[in-house]
């Protein structure tokens, strides 16, 4: 194995070893867990698999092989925001709705209360 | 739902952003120019007295538990309409811009069946106050992006005095935009098949607050809003 291998390969078990301890501390969602640690993996096999990225690049017509990874951190990354867009868009329905429920369940607690008041 | 000769009920929604200042006298004048309808105020998370001012008032007084914006908090006020069986909403800035003697006149043709949604131009008769010039010549692009995209005349797309009839109403309260709501809720109201009406008003200098449009950057604005309609205009509309 090659410094660099180790080095990657190291870096990668940490990044999945601090996933995990996010999600058993539930600062982060299994749900969004599984792509980071899908990440993680993923960097995983590169760091063993030295050749892969080679034949990545071969397949890519790419000369200097670790530039592969440029494309494809950016492509990652893209995808990512994206999908982090549309989840607070969709977050921000759900609060739109629920802020908009309570001022309604608000309002007749309030008139309610004040009819009440008017016929003891 | 069409209602011949039985009078129809109304509410006017008043969102209102930081509006203590004016927030009682418009919605006191709101009920002097039209004594037979109610009124709801809308506190949109107002870090002022706005709520306290308006609970002085005989209006109805629903408060969101943070600022989310006006299409939001005018949302809220065609969900409690339509949540309280009223048949017509009226939206009436909080911040004194618009003149409510103009109410009885959409309400008529509401109930007239003349449109279903009838909105305040400060344009068709220029009179009162006008805007800047910068905001007119951004409102003349935007007559043409209503021309091209639903062949509609619309002279002051940005108008938030406005009357929703029955059907309209129904449509609103379930569905109502929120990042350009004035603008976009106009294709949006045409593609439900609602027949979309303007009125000439007078409208004022805002009395107090100030705008929702802050840092008004003309070009960035115009961009954003005709993106957003044509979204509008290729999107399905939920009926």
């Known amino acids: ?120 | 739902m069409e209602t011949k000769g039985q009078k129809l009920r109304a509410i006017a929604i008043v969102p209102a952003y930081n509006e203590q200042d004016t927030i009682e006298s418009v919605v006191n004048e709101i009920f002097r120019s039209a004594p037979n309808i109610a009124v709801a105020v809308i506190d949109d998370g107002s870090r002022d007295n706005t709520f306290v001012r308006a609970k002085k008032t005989k209006a109805r007084v629903l408060r969101l538990p943070f600022n989310m914006g006006i299409g939001a908090a005018v949302q809220t006020g065609f969900k409690f309409a339509f949540a309280n069986g009223y048949d017509i909403a009226i939206q009436v800035d909080g911040d004194g811009q618009h003149a409510p003697e103009f109410i009885p006149q959409m309400l008529e043709i509401i109930e007239s069946g003349g449109a279903d949604v009838v909105s305040g131009s400060r344009f068709l008769e220029k009179e009162g106050y006008q805007s800047s010039f910068i905001r007119r010549l951004g409102i003349k692009f935007f007559e043409l992006v209503y021309k091209i995209l639903v062949r509609m005349d619309v002279t002051d797309c940005t108008s938030g005095f406005r009357a929703f009839g029955p059907n309209a109403l129904r449509v609103v309260a379930e569905n109502y935009p929120d990042d350009y709501p004035e603008p976009e809720a106009v294709i949006m109201l045409h593609k439900a098949g609602l027949r979309f009406m303007e009125i000439p008003v007078i409208m004022r200098d805002r009395q107090g607050g100030k705008t929702s449009i802050r840092g008004f950057k003309p070009l960035h604005y115009m961009i954003k809003v005709s993106l957003a309609l044509i979204m509008n205009k290729i999107r399905k509309v939920e009926r």
Do not use: C, H
Not at chain 1, 60 to 78: H, S
Not at chain 1, 89 to 114: D, F, M, S, V, Y
């Open chain 1, 1 to 120: 194995m090659k410094q660099v291998q180790i080095i990657a390969f190291v870096a990668s078990l940490g990044l999945l070893g601090i996933i995990l301890e996010l999600v058993r501390r539930k600062l982060l969602k299994e749900r969004f867990a599984l792509m980071w640690i899908f990440s993680a993996i993923v960097l995983l096999v590169f760091s063993l698999w030295g050749q892969l990225l080679e034949i990545l690049a071969k397949a890519f017509g790419i000369y200097y092989a670790p530039a592969i990874f440029i494309p494809i951190m950016l492509f990652f990354g893209v995808v990512l925001f994206l999908y982090f867009s549309v989840l607070v868009t969709t977050q921000w329905e759900k609060i739109k709705n629920l802020a908009q429920k309570i001022a309604l369940l608000e309002n007749r607690i309030n008139e309610l209360e004040n009819d009440k008041e008017e016929q003891p």
